[in-house]
């Protein structure tokens, strides 16, 4: 089946990332990918439409994206800034009234990182911390992303003053009448990895969620670096998810860097107050597994999807977990045993390109996204594959037929 572009987005194609998703586009069955003209000239262009923009010398690297879906239709994302440059407590929030084409920055929102939006009950949320490592906070925003409350205490969306704590953009899942969202407690000492303990936040549908009481955590469960024979450097940034049998997992992001990739399902107690984990049963080979992930369930396929940073073949190398010039649609009917199914963006080089962090939301038949994404510009491109110069916007089109794409191995 043949499969067309998205006739309101310019689509030509600059570079040999571009040239790969031509191919599946017009391709007997892929995912039609968009590519927005974003400036003029003949200067580098990223694949997608640039939503922020950075150059590498300023030292301040574009994390965290994430995007939602407002009840109108407009679109809302966001990201935080990294890196030396940066004071590591302040994310940015953009708004595109037309579906993704053009973008227009909201604000800038001081003691908020590593955060999610969401939509609950007609009002939009900010879910993350304060700062690198800082306190559990919650903004709401009536109007669509434009003005926020501040979390001053517990009554205001200070959710856990106490500890140090890490999360990233990541599905918010409503699940037996309550909201559920995946962080990690940060232990010292340990180092990046190993300090990471995982737990589950969770409130009533119906409770102000800016009020700390409504919340309740699991326990905050450690992990072992004997695990995967002596090889697993520890679990982030996960995501909750609805079992195909009813109940609630955090599926984490493995530090295991070998040629293939582990996640780990870590079990939640239906009223939300225990994690557990049990390493025989409780690992699964996950294409991408050791970057960030984000899983959501479709209920029209009844399949679990998402975008990870496979890496094929004849990308292998020593360190897998920054091998991230190659972002793969993934699907699983059961959340263990998962396949790609179609390779969205692909670049030659993975030393200074990456697409990453890729935070997305079903709308009808497509797929939206925001990529955390390292590529070249005018100014020298990206510092390196992590450390991101560009924030950018996605389209998969009719992302269900890519289910029988051939797929690099």
């Known amino acids: 089946m043949r499969m067309s572009l998205d006739p309101r987005v310019t689509s030509r194609r600059v570079g040999c990332c571009i040239l790969v998703l031509s191919i599946l586009a017009l391709g007997t069955c892929g995912p039609a990918f968009s590519a927005g003209e974003h400036n003029s000239g003949t200067e580098p262009k990223p694949p997608g439409v640039v939503i922020d923009h950075r ?14 879906i407002l009840p109108g239709g407009d679109y809302v994302a966001s990201h935080d800034w990294f890196g030396p440059g940066s004071t590591r407590n302040r994310t940015a929030v953009f708004a595109s009234r037309d579906r993704g084409l053009s973008w227009r920055k909201l604000t800038e929102l001081e003691g908020q990182w590593w955060s999610t939006l969401f939509v609950h009950a007609g009002a939009l949320y900010l879910m993350g911390t304060s700062a690198e490592y ?76 800016l009020k700390a009481d409504n919340w309740i955590s699991s326990n905050f469960l ?20 609805v079992t195909p049998e009813g ?3 955090n599926v984490l992001r493995a530090d295991y860097r070998a040629v293939v990739e582990k996640a780990a399902l870590v079990t939640i107690s239906p009223d939300g107050t225990r994690a557990t984990f049990d390493p025989a049963t409780g690992f699964i080979d996950f294409p991408g597994g050791c970057k960030k992930f984000t899983i959501r369930y479709d209920a029209t396929s009844k399949h679990y999807w998402s975008l990870a ?24 009917e059961d959340l263990r045993n998962w396949s790609v199914r179609s ?22 038949d497509d797929i939206i996204a925001v990529s955390r994404t390292a590529f070249d510009d ?7 594959q992590h450390d991101a110069n560009f924030l950018t916007f996605h389209r998969i089109q009719n992302f269900r037929q890519a289910a029988d794409m051939p797929v690099p191995k």
């Open 55 to 68: 150059a590498a010398n300023i030292r301040q690297y574009v994390g965290s994206p994430s995007i939602a």
């Open 134 to 209: 800082g306190q559990a906070v919650i903004r709401r925003s009536e109007d669509g992303g434009q003005t926020w409350t501040t979390p001053r205490d517990a009554n205001s969306g200070l959710l856990h003053a106490e500890g140090k704590y890490h999360c990233a953009p990541g599905p918010v899942v409503t699940h037996g009448d309550r909201l559920w969202h995946a962080m990690e407690n940060v232990s010292e000492p340990g180092g990046w990895g190993r300090h990471f303990r995982a737990f589950m936040m969770s409130a009533p549908v119906h409770a102000d969620l």
């Open 222 to 241: 450690e992990s072992s670096p004997k695990w995967l024979d002596g090889k697993f450097g520890g679990w982030l940034e996960g995501n909750a998810v």
């Open 247 to 249: 109940r609630i997992v």
């Open 309 to 332: 940073n496979f890496v094929p073949e004849e990308q292998r190398n020593p360190n897998p977990e920054r091998t991230r010039n190659t972002l793969a649609l993934t699907r699983s």
């Open 343 to 364: 390779i969205i963006l692909q670049h030659p080089d993975s030393a200074k390109h990456g697409f990453q962090y890729v935070d997305w939301q079903f709308d009808g």
């Open 378 to 384: 005018d100014q020298g491109g990206a510092h390196d």
